[in-house]
């Protein structure tokens, strides 16, 4: 399998352009290309980006990184073993690619609480607009942010 360790001085740019260059190799993935089979055809853009979304939060298990290690991998790998947010936010672009949806890769970097967050994952353009389509949040739906996701699921009240 097929892995690179990114060091924290490698920039959320450069981040990212790894990431899309592993999500169109992943589109090209014989495996990759076998699970988009498994969505539903005659669907809508909408309904096609939501049959992907719970096929990956019922298939692909979040794996985190090692402890203090910030790796990449192949999106075949995640295929097989599962991973962390943008193992999966770089699946969900292959798959939808392969679907014929455009989507992208987002990175985060907000601070929360005192403590900064990192976290990438995909959009899908639906008639006109960017959507946010989570796969490493369990339970996310289509449009709803990841920390909207994760306060939901929480159960946590949220103003606004």
Known sequence: MTRWIIADTVPP???????DQL????????????????VPRGLSAT???ESLLALMHRN???RADPAGQEVFQSVRETLAEGGDCEDLAALFVSIATVLG????????????????????????????????ADPSVAGARLGE????????LRGVRTTG
């Open 13 to 19: 740019p450069a981040r990212i352009a790894l990431l």
């Open 23 to 38: 999500a169109a190799e992943g589109a090209r993935d014989s495996s990759v290309i076998a699970l988009a089979e498994l």
């Open 47 to 49: 309904q096609l980006a």
């Open 60 to 62: 692909i298990p979040y």
């Open 101 to 132: 949806l455009r989507a992208r890769l987002v990175w985060l970097h907000q601070q929360i609480h005192g403590a900064m967050l990192n976290h990438v994952y995909p959009q899908v353009l639906l008639e006109g607009a960017w959507v946010d």
């Open 145 to 152: 942010s990841p920390a909207s996701a994760v306060a939901r």
